[in-house]
């Protein structure tokens, strides 16, 4: 306080002290000290600095599968930020925005702890700790090479679902082994059997992508006539793009309790799958069929008996009809002499003859073709039906894609299940000759 400001406020105690003069003093004590504290003001100390603290990008159960761009934002100037993943220094950054390209890929899937730690110039710190999950993305399945999605596959068969973990990620780490197999890392294809958006059929797709094969979803022919989930299909879809899809399995053949399918029906059924999945992913491929050979009229016992093509006739004309809403389409054949020379005999492509017969009309081929067709032809369930010899018959099942007509062979089915011709033990998680010669084909594929 000046010496001024101090006379004035003796010489007003002392008036105001003098009774005798206090309604006086009173009003010229006021006026004073306002005057004095106008020119001389107490002096308020500015407030503390604040603490100095820092948040992150990141939160606490954040589940991160994409790269992203993880920022630190102090609440002052600081000198740098530092970044950690698990204690590990990944960066120092000194100029604002603080930020470290994050990709969950340089990361093992699982939970980590962030950290970010800011430094000002007075050398306080600062830090923020949070736990996440990453996940590696999942890449896209390589492009088609020959027009088709795959060119060789693997049909596990449904009992996937019933596998324990060991025994799934055994299976899929030898299908992975075959298409490594293979020069130029071309697709390989994991044909899986159930409906969208099934648990089990989840957990096969995934373990597919996240081995780089490329999912082919077959509907299960079990059930028999049924409806499509569009919305679960749409989801599905969206969520696992660049799969292939096929209609129900084996529409035309009656087995139990399933009947067969009124052609019209399952070709509607076909349409509608792929118009549903294209509209979804555009990325996807549809296939039509997963078609057997037609059931056998009563009476009938042996294929040579009566030429079986016209009971499978209505699904390609019905097809043809609908305006071929496919990518490609699917048939069965396996490796019975008999049954395969018939199988090809009927799309026109077996020529030792006699089996397909005279005065049956075109073949499948020939129909296709007329009607504009110029997609691919996939054989997606092919196996040895024994055991014997099986390395032999599983190789020239092979060869009918690499030298032959086909545009595609999917080998049926892996383990010694009770679901088809097995080609590894599912007790002792070993392989057999079958799978040896289905890899040593591969390489010269």
């Known amino acids: 306080m000046s010496d001024l400001s101090k006379a004035v406020q003796d010489a007003n105690a002392t008036l105001q002290a003098d009774a005798s003069a206090a309604a006086a003093t009173k009003k010229f004590g006021a006026a004073a000290t306002a005057w004095v504290l106008a020119q001389d003001p107490v002096i308020v100390p500015p407030p503390p600095p604040p ?6 990008s990141i939160k606490d159960g954040d589940l ?26 990944k960066q120092i950054d000194v100029t604002a925005p603080y930020t470290y390209q994050l990709d969950p890929a340089s990361l093992a899937d699982g939970s980590h702890t962030f950290t970010v730690r800011a430094l000002d110039s007075s050398g306080k710190t600062a830090t923020s700790d949070v736990t996440a999950t990453t996940k590696k993305p999942v890449p896209p399945p390589p492009p088609p090479s020959s027009g088709v999605p795959f060119e060789y596959a693997v049909c596990p068969g449904a009992n996937t679902r019933s596998w324990t973990l060991a025994e799934h990620t055994w299976a899929f780490d030898r299908l992975k082994e ?14 899986v059997e159930g409906f969208a958006n099934n648990a089990g059929v989840n957990r096969d797709v995934e373990a597919a992508r996240s081995r780089s094969l490329t999912p082919h979803l077959c509907w299960d022919g079990s059930a028999g006539v049924h409806t499509l989930d569009t919305a679960g299909l749409t989801a599905f879809a969206k969520k696992y793009p660049g799969c292939v899809y096929s209609g129900p399995n084996e529409p035309d053949l009656d087995r139990g309790t399933k009947k067969a399918w009124p052609a019209a029906q399952y070709v509607a059924f076909c349409k509608q799958l792929y118009d549903t999945v294209k509209a979804a992913d555009p990325t996807a491929v549809v296939l039509y069929g997963e078609l057997w050979k037609g059931q056998l009229p009563a009476g009938v016992t042996t294929w040579d008996q009566k030429d079986p093509a016209k009971y499978l006739r209505p699904f390609i004309t019905e097809f043809i009809a609908a305006g071929m809403p496919a990518d490609a389409i699917c048939h069965h054949s396996y490796d019975d002499p008999a049954d395969i020379k018939l199988w090809w005999n009927m799309w026109g492509w077996w020529y030792e003859g006699g089996i397909y017969g005279t005065g049956t009309g075109k073949t499948f081929s020939e129909m296709l073709k007329a009607a504009g067709w110029t997609k691919p032809i996939m054989d997606t369930e092919s196996g040895s039906q024994v055991n014997s010899g099986q390395a032999g018959k599983i190789t020239r099942l092979l060869d009918f894609t690499k030298t032959g007509p086909s545009d595609a062979t999917t080998i049926y089915s892996f383990y010694n299940n009770g679901d088809g011709y097995p080609i590894a033990d599912k007790a002792t998680l070993t392989v057999n000759a079958g799978y040896t010669a289905f890899k040593t084909f591969m390489a010269s594929a």
Do not use: C, H, M, S
């Open 64 to 89: 991160i599968t994409t790269p992203v761009d993880w920022t630190a934002t102090p609440n002052a100037a600081v000198t740098e930020v530092d970044f950690y993943i698990d204690a590990a220094l």
């Open 51 to 56: 603490v100095l603290a820092v948040t992150q």
């Open 178 to 191: 075959l298409k490594d197999a293979r020069p130029g890392g071309k697709p390989f294809g994991v044909r």
